[in-house]
């Protein structure tokens, strides 16, 4: 309890504190509010309950976060500061949502702004596929592979497959050519002239 004459009398819990202890407000006498700062969160939470509640909207379950944690919304679990990323323009300097469940939902976006998938959709053609590549049929599928002209989605491809097309920047007669020059099969183009070359029929 403070003590004093600079202590003030909180017209809601009737405790006497510290000047500190209320927020300021210019049209009061003592440029003070008149209950402290843990009456008025407690009317603040309670009204905004009643309001929530009197609209049909969900209502969340208020949970007691040690210090130097805080709870995620998106997975409900209260982890450390450091599962957070930073972000200067937030009350408490941290994200919304912890790490993992921003990087889930990175993913999430990602798939549905490039490719027009959902997680379940990409599920539905990775087990379509057998559960591996669709080129070299052994290493599990990671990559949504698609048409750069087109847009539309061929399949989910390794990481050294969706390498390879895109090194043979994806041209049908490049990637003949390499599958002939892999069998043994080499086109040799020969010279006919400066700057022009025949290739075998």
């Not at 309950?49 to 379950?61: P, Q, Y």
């Not at 490039?114 to 087990?127: H, T, V």
């Not at 050519?177 to 080499?186: F, L």
Request: glycine share 8%.
């Amino acid at each position: 309890m403070a003590e004093g004459s600079t202590a003030k009398r909180c017209g809601k819990c009737e405790r006497e504190l510290a000047p500190a202890a209320f927020a300021r407000d210019r049209n009061r006498g003592d440029g003070l509010q008149p209950y402290c700062r843990e009456c008025v969160a407690k009317y603040s939470a309670s009204h905004y309950r009643r309001r929530r509640e009197a609209m049909g909207k969900r209502v969340r379950e208020s949970v007691d976060v040690p210090s130097g944690h805080k709870l995620c919304r998106a997975c409900g679990e209260v982890k450390p500061h450091s599962e957070w990323h930073r972000n200067a323009s937030a009350s408490d300097g941290l994200s919304t949502r912890c790490r993992s469940c921003r990087a889930a939902y990175g993913r999430q976006d990602h798939l549905k702004r490039n490719y027009g998938l959902s997680e379940s959709e990409r599920d539905a053609l990775i087990a379509s596929q057998g559960g591996v590549c669709c080129i070299c049929l052994s290493a599990p599928p990671a990559h949504v592979d698609h048409c750069h002209e087109t847009g539309r989605v061929r399949g989910v491809l390794c990481f050294s497959c969706n390498a390879a097309l895109g090194q043979l920047r994806d041209r049908p007669d490049a990637i003949r050519r390499a599958a002939a020059y892999v069998e043994g099969n080499a086109w040799k183009p020969t010279l006919v002239a400066p700057g022009v070359y025949q290739l075998p029929s």
